[in-house]
């Protein structure tokens, strides 16, 4: 067993920076075949295939994902990465600001892997991979709707790997920590490394702020035939941040 993909197709949301980028070029550094998606338009770079497709639709995640079937190949691997973040008190969160975020954190994660799974099922075989947050575990202020809508989409690929366990699919987490990314840059850098007692939040033990590839590789991991025996688990990659509350 390694970790070689070559001959896979992987296709990966919200890939067209941070985490979703750095998980679209380690998949094709391990030989996949990427198709990367977002709402940005597409572009094609070796062998990752740049495509429009916004989450929240469930229509363009179909004709997605059948495009991609059709003229890549059978989709043996899929990395839900398309998040967004609002933050603010609870009490004060509108409810476009709770609807935009589960719509593309948790209706997004659900339109693209029930697409995806459908076609998985007859094939017998495949890996899903949900880059959730760890947030989803352990309460964070001013981040409740993040925090709600992460926690959703993890339980539900856990789910979802419950029911496909039987047709050799295989459902995992990746849930991050801070991560040097375009959504982490507004954020007091020393204040994430030490916490925030005021806030009732931890540091990060291990002294650093990950990087996109550190999330990326732990994605690789788990879409490889090393993981085999591995599905419906919750991965935290987050420097020991929430002490695995």
């Not at 931890?202 to 990087?211: E, N, S, V, Y």
Request: hydrophobic share 45%; aromatic share 4%; glycine share 12%.
């Amino acid at each position: 067993m390694n970790r070689d993909l070559t001959g896979e197709v992987a296709l990966v949301t919200g890939a067209a920076r941070g985490i979703g980028a750095a998980v679209a070029a380690a998949l094709a550094g391990e030989g996949a075949v990427v198709a990367a998606t977002d709402v940005l338009l597409g572009r094609t770079e070796g062998d990752i295939m740049h495509l429009t497709c916004d989450v929240t639709d469930a229509n363009q995640v179909e004709a997605l994902v059948g495009r991609v079937e059709r003229e890549i190949g059978p989709i043996g691997i899929l990395v839900n990465t398309a998040g967004v973040l609002r933050t603010g008190p609870a009490a004060e969160l509108t409810a476009d600001d709770w609807r935009a975020v589960f719509r593309v954190n948790t209706e997004g994660v659900f339109h693209v892997s029930s697409a995806v799974a459908r076609r998985m099922i007859p094939r017998r075989r495949g890996r899903i991979v949900t880059v959730a947050s760890n947030a989803g575990g352990i309460p964070r202020m001013g981040m409740s709707a993040y925090a709600a809508s992460k926690a959703a989409a993890a339980m539900f690929t856990r789910c979802l790997g419950l029911e496909l366990a039987a047709h050799g699919i295989r459902c995992n987490v990746v849930s991050p920590g801070s991560t040097d990314t375009a959504m982490q840059a507004g954020l007091d850098r020393e204040a994430v490394l030490r916490g925030d007692l005021a806030s009732f939040r931890t540091g990060i033990p291990l002294g650093r702020i990950a990087d996109p590839a550190d999330i990326a590789d732990a994605v690789a991991f788990l879409v490889s035939d090393r993981a085999r025996h591995i599905t419906m688990q919750d991965l935290y990659v987050d420097g020991g941040a929430t002490l695995r509350a």
